[in-house]
């Protein structure tokens, strides 16, 4: 057994997810009997493992995700690095702040009023003329 399938133990993940199977499967395609059979220890395929992380470990709704947000996330990453990591410090300091506490803390949002656009809606400066 890989270290990765010890990780990510679909049988652990649904429990404390409150699913059943059928529930717990169904979301990332898999039927209630095939999720039954990787839950006793067949090896799941890599795509049905990716799938499993995105949806119940990451709870990332896919039907909401577009390949132009992937073609941003690559844009950011290769033009504005900085920028990048600015945002994605503030979205994972969202995550662990409690609740009402400011998302965006003092420093990054002076960066952000430097590098973000014009125009208010904050894309103008990182995506370039349409």
């Known amino acids: 057994m890989k270290l990765f399938d010890r990780v ?9 997810l409150g699913l059943n199977q059928e529930q717990f499967w169904t ?6 009997s095939g999720g039954s ?18 949806v119940h470990v990451e709870q ?16 950011l990453k290769e033009s504005h690095p900085d920028l990048y990591r600015s945002l994605r410090r ?8 409690p609740e009402g506490e400011p998302a965006v803390l003092a420093d990054e949002a002076a960066f952000m009023q430097q ?6 809606d904050g894309l103008d400066d990182v995506t370039g003329p349409n």
């Open 115 to 120: 590098h973000v656009g014009s125009n208010g």
């Open 37 to 54: 059979r990787y839950e006793s220890g067949r090896e799941m395929p890599k795509p049905v493992r990716e799938l499993l992380r995105l």
């Open 90 to 97: 503030a979205v994972r300091g969202k995550h662990r702040r």
């Open 27 to 32: 979301q990332i395609g898999v039927t209630q």
């Open 60 to 75: 990332i709704d896919l039907s909401q995700v577009k390949r132009v947000d992937f073609e941003i996330i690559s844009y």
């Open 8 to 16: 990510l133990n679909p049988r652990e993940i649904r429990r404390r």
